[in-house]
């Protein structure tokens, strides 16, 4: 019964494919890549905000003739 056991275990022995601690530093590098991909796109959500009534300082903007408005609530803007 001891016999059959050892060579059992054995038998489900098995090597990682490389060193433990490339599991870590593999894990380091995806997290940093993906930081880097979220950080490309901080202002996204500025450029794509609503404009308001007036300009960032207080001055009425009209559109170049021909340019059409992107947001139907702000008319003149661009």
């Known amino acids: 019964m001891t016999v059959t056991r050892f060579l059992a275990e054995e038998a489900a022995h098995r090597e990682l494919p ?7 530093v593999i ?7 993906l930081l880097g991909l979220t950080w490309s ?8 905000a609503p404009p308001t009534a007036h300009g960032a300082h207080g ?3 009209t559109a170049p ?7 139907p609530e702000h008319p003149g803007h661009h």
């Open 27 to 33: 894990g380091l590098l995806a997290f940093a890549f």
């Open 59 to 61: 001055e009425q903007h």
């Open 41 to 48: 796109f901080r202002g996204t959500a500025q450029k794509y």
């Open 18 to 24: 490389m060193p433990p601690w490339m599991f870590g």
């Open 65 to 71: 003739e021909g340019d059409t408005a992107h947001w």
